[in-house]
């Protein structure tokens, strides 16, 4: 499974490289289900994986002016709190068994895959409807309303750091709808939030979590952006209104799978 798990993350930078998001929720399944990685630690290490290729491709839209830093504050600093306290307290604390039954026992790891599962047909569903951008200019930018950006920056921050994933289909509609930015700055500045998110909710495995395999974890990240590479390249090349919702629908399969397979358990 190793070759497969590899050829995999190369495949979910590309998909990062060519649409702007969409892959990182492929991360988890490939870490538990090719790599044999438990989904608590798994989550952790996506995360890692997801930040590195999120600063990645943040970097690229900054070259560009399209990242909105004021925005992105505003919005990230109660994310950042968020998945901190989702992968400092709230993961640790949960029991590994969470109930059993007679012939049943519901585990902490079957509760983040469900829960990761659910994830993944709410991006599916979010790629294959699609967005449309608000055609604003930078000069229409506004500052979205203080108390329900904190909130929004709360709740995305505690469900992306419980289940690993950057949650970008979640960040995206809430700088479109309220701070107005275009839908490629709306991109950018997610990208951005998610890649410190991201870092900021591994620090609390740093600090809490099992010991972590850098050499494995290195290599990992390190595949995930030779994929963003390739798929930088291509990204004049296939339409991404086509391909958007192609791996929507691919991620909806996956998704299911996920949910089946816990469910079958």
Known sequence: MTIAGYL???LVGISL??????GSILTLPILVYLFGVSPTVGTGYSLFIVGVAAAFGAFQYARQKLVNYKIGLIFALPAFLG????????????PDTI???QSFAFSKDTL???????MMLAAAFSMIKGRKDTGLDDTQVQTPPLLLTVAEGLIVGAITGFVGAGGGFLIIPALVVLAKLPMKMAVGTSL???????????AGDITSGPPIEWAFLGLLTATALVGI?????????????????????????MGGFVITMQLIR
């Open 8 to 10: 995999a993350v190369v």
């Open 17 to 22: 490289g060519l649409i702007g998001g969409g």
């Open 83 to 94: 998945v901190f306290l989702a992968r400092k307290f709230i993961v640790p604390s949960l």
């Open 99 to 101: 109930f059993e039954g």
């Open 112 to 118: 983040i895959m469900m829960a990761f599962g659910v």
């Open 192 to 202: 951005m939030i998610i890649a410190i998110k991201s870092i900021f909710g591994f």
């Open 229 to 253: 590479l390739v798929g930088s390249s291509l990204v004049k090349k296939i339409p991404g209104d086509k391909l958007k919702p192609a791996f929507g629908w691919f991620v909806l399969v």
